[in-house]
């Protein structure tokens, strides 16, 4: 079985730029989770889908970050214009259904210099 | 304010001991708590999930739940070099990570 698939591994920009990155999630699964993790600190949820609906984006800088899971299975995560507090690791899960447990992609590690 | 709270270590143990990894909780309504292991630069992966009170083996690997005390725990016995990591708690309803406990496993 595939696990969660995630598009770039890396990326550096400059501040004011912008940057998206890709999920696919493992086969059948209907909630997908986008986390932000700074180093030396434990993942941040930042977005929470179950199939093509929002379950949770409390955490989410909605002025600068956005998300999408269109059809209920991909999911691109944006941020416009990034800053140089956004330098982290971007990881993207996905589970079964909600409770159970989460299966993480590689990550996407950011540098916004 | 939903907390998870673990030690953030190092914690440092000799090969063949148990290590002892704590995890602490604010929201008494949670009911999935998980374990996950994260080498350096990688991505966390499952170790353990528990949904009941009591102990749950895993080969090597025990967690402990007690809701009442609000409080879950994983225990390593006969720990190896290659169990050195960090390992995250993780509580539902709402996914929220602790910020880990590094382990070191001296040979």
């Known amino acids: 079985e595939a696990g969660v698939a995630q598009s770039p591994r890396y990326k550096i920009i400059e501040k004011r730029q912008s940057v998206a990155f890709w999920c696919n999630p493992i086969?059948?699964?209907?909630?997908l989770y986008w986390y932000q993790q700074i180093l030396g600190q434990g993942p941040k949820l930042l977005i929470q889908?179950?199939?093509?609906?929002?379950?949770?984006d409390s955490q989410l800088p909605k002025d600068r970050f956005s998300a999408e899971r269109l059809k209920g299975v991909d999911s691109t995560l944006k941020i416009q214009p990034a800053k140089l507090e956004d330098s982290a690791v971007y990881l993207c899960?996905?589970?079964?259904?909600?409770?159970?447990?989460?299966?993480f992609g590689p990550g996407t590690r950011l540098t916004v210099t | 304010q939903k907390e998870v709270e673990q030690n953030s270590g190092p914690l440092s143990v000799p090969e063949g001991a148990i290590a002892s990894l704590n995890c602490t909780y604010s929201d008494r309504v949670s009911q999935s708590f998980f374990w996950y292991r994260q080498y350096s630069g990688k991505s966390p992966e499952l170790i353990m999930s528990?949904?009941?009170?009591g102990d749950k083996e895993d080969g090597r690997f025990t967690a402990q739940l007690n809701k009442a005390s609000q409080y879950v725990s994983l225990l390593i016995r006969d720990s190896q070099p290659s169990d050195s990591a960090t390992y995250l708690c993780a509580v539902t309803n709402d996914m929220r990570f602790g910020a880990g406990t590094r382990l070191t496993v001296k040979p």
């Open positions: 528990i949904y009941s009170n």
């Open positions: 899960a996905s589970s079964l259904d909600l409770v159970y447990e989460q299966y």
């Open positions: 086969s059948g699964h209907a909630t």
């Open positions: 889908f179950q199939n093509n609906g929002v379950v949770d």
